[in-house]
């Protein structure tokens, strides 16, 4: 969850950042609470397959978003970032009632687990970033996310309902030390540290805040709570810091960033990581973050910037191992892609529901006179 959610500035290209289209059955496109909708059987395979690739979708928008944050570096921040958001939930609506998936408004304890999402993996995530980038070079802030698969692969299933897994917890490690490979060390103080733990935690809070809300509101659910939350909260910020007036300050480039970032890294990436989530569980989605550094430092090269080092190559080969590793074949684990039929806030699935209740023996065959 990280980058896709950070800061208008160079610093946001460093961080592994996680977020949005899911394929679902007709009967779950109709929505939550809608007539007629039933938990979707979707095949082991298929549903990793399909969380897998948005996932890694997700993370290859993140990742490739570099070169686009850094045209925001003089933008006024919080006005750019509360546009950002705005447009991305706009997007979103609009999108969600031409694809059929309804929205629902939050119910009691779900306001506090979006607003959760949108004050820690969107505003206060950001602050940090500012302000860690003041006392830290960007590696080190890169390297604070890198750790956030091995918090997912520990508390995520505890979210879930069930135990962290001993194979999921040596993958997640492995993903961060490749990741951390990647992103290099840095420089840092005292300071620079404590804003750096900020942005791990709040990284982490970005998905496993939507655990217990992804069931009844789905992926575009908790993207557009998510992002007009965020709009509210960066508009009263902008306007305290930078004055109403802050918006006839963005230039042409800046308003092109600001709409790439809106599109691409917000509306599309949120969706796309929320699914993932929601099929593989945070656990195994969260090694997909992993994805996003490799992705940084392919596009750089693509666009013109040196060839990586010997060691980001060694750090790419140990990702991958560590994916390898995460999502090799073995015992099929339920996730979070089948509904609560309550559709309460309750935890989006259980173990329970997904085990196969056996089938009634068969009657013996009559006998023939």
């Given at each position: 969850?990280?980058?896709?959610?950070?800061?208008?500035?160079?610093?946001?290209?460093?961080?592994?950042?996680?977020?949005?289209?899911?394929?679902?059955?007709?009967?779950?496109?109709?929505?939550?609470?809608?007539?007629?909708?039933?938990?979707?059987?979707?095949?082991?395979?298929?549903?990793?397959?399909?969380?897998?690739?948005?996932?890694?979708?997700?993370?290859?928008?993140?990742?490739?978003?570099?070169?686009?944050?850094?045209?925001?570096?003089?933008?006024?921040?919080?006005?750019?970032?509360?546009?950002?958001?705005?447009?991305?939930?706009?997007?979103?609506?609009?999108?969600?009632?031409?694809?059929?998936?309804?929205?629902?408004?939050?119910?009691?304890?779900?306001?506090?687990?979006?607003?959760?999402?949108?004050?820690?993996?969107?505003?206060?995530?950001?602050?940090?970033?500012?302000?860690?980038?003041?006392?830290?070079?960007?590696?080190?802030?890169?390297?604070?996310?890198?750790?956030?698969?091995?918090?997912?692969?520990?508390?995520?299933?505890?979210?879930?309902?069930?135990?962290?897994?001993?194979?999921?917890?040596?993958?997640?490690?492995?993903?961060?030390?490749?990741?951390?490979?990647?992103?290099?060390?840095?420089?840092?103080?005292?300071?620079?540290?404590?804003?750096?733990?900020?942005?791990?935690?709040?990284?982490?809070?970005?998905?496993?805040?939507?655990?217990?809300?992804?069931?009844?509101?789905?992926?575009?659910?908790?993207?557009?709570?998510?992002?007009?939350?965020?709009?509210?909260?960066?508009?009263?910020?902008?306007?305290?810091?930078?004055?109403?007036?802050a918006v006839t300050n963005l230039t042409r480039a800046d308003w092109l960033a600001v709409g790439y970032?809106?599109?691409?890294?917000?509306?599309?990436?949120?969706?796309?990581?929320?699914?993932?989530?929601?099929?593989?569980?945070?656990?195994?989605?969260?090694?997909?973050?992993?994805?996003?550094?490799?992705?940084?430092?392919?596009?750089?090269?693509?666009?013109?910037?040196?060839?990586?080092?010997?060691?980001?190559?060694?750090?790419?080969?140990?990702?991958?191992?560590?994916?390898?590793?995460?999502?090799?074949?073995?015992?099929?684990?339920?996730?979070?892609?089948?509904r609560p039929r309550s559709g309460g806030t309750s935890r989006p699935w259980s173990p329970a529901s997904?085990?196969?209740?056996?089938?009634?023996?068969?009657?013996?065959?009559?006998?023939?006179?």
């Amino acid at each position: 969850m990280a980058l896709l959610a950070g800061p208008s500035n160079p610093y946001l290209s460093i961080v592994p950042g996680l977020r949005a289209l899911e394929a679902l059955t007709p009967a779950d496109t109709r929505g939550p609470d809608a007539p007629g909708s039933r938990a979707a059987a979707v095949p082991a395979p298929r549903g990793v397959a399909v969380g897998v690739a948005a996932g890694s979708a997700a993370m290859v928008c993140v990742g490739g978003s570099v070169a686009v944050s850094a045209v925001l570096t003089t933008a006024p921040v919080y006005t750019a970032e509360g546009v950002r958001y705005g447009l991305a939930c706009l997007i979103l609506v609009a999108l969600s009632r031409l694809t059929g998936h309804r929205l629902a408004w939050p119910r009691k304890s779900e306001w506090l687990w979006l607003s959760g999402i949108a004050v820690t993996g969107l505003v206060v995530f950001n602050l940090a970033l500012v302000e860690g980038s003041r006392h830290a070079e960007p590696a080190v802030l890169g390297v604070a996310v890198a750790c956030v698969p091995a918090v997912l692969a520990l508390v995520g299933p505890l979210l879930e309902g069930t135990r962290p897994h001993t194979a999921a917890v040596a993958a997640a490690l492995v993903v961060t030390a490749g990741a951390g490979l990647v992103q290099g060390l840095g420089r840092t103080d005292a300071i620079g540290v404590a804003w750096a733990v900020a942005v791990f935690g709040c990284e982490a809070a970005f998905t496993l805040l939507a655990i217990p809300v992804l069931g009844r509101h789905g992926p575009w659910g908790v993207s557009v709570h998510a992002t007009w939350l965020a709009t509210v909260m960066f508009a009263v910020l902008g306007i305290v810091h930078e004055g109403p007036a802050a918006v006839t300050n963005l230039t042409r480039a800046d308003w092109l960033a600001v709409g790439y970032l809106a599109v691409a890294v917000t509306a599309a990436a949120f969706v796309l990581w929320y699914s993932s989530v929601r099929r593989l569980g945070a656990s195994r989605a969260g090694l997909l973050t992993g994805i996003a550094p490799v992705a940084a430092a392919v596009s750089g090269v693509l666009l013109g910037g040196p060839a990586p080092r010997p060691l980001v190559w060694a750090g790419i080969a140990v990702v991958a191992a560590g994916l390898a590793l995460g999502f090799r074949k073995g015992r099929t684990i339920c996730t979070s892609s089948t509904r609560p039929r309550s559709g309460g806030t309750s935890r989006p699935w259980s173990p329970a529901s997904c085990t196969p209740k056996a089938s009634p023996p068969a009657p013996p065959p009559a006998r023939t006179a």
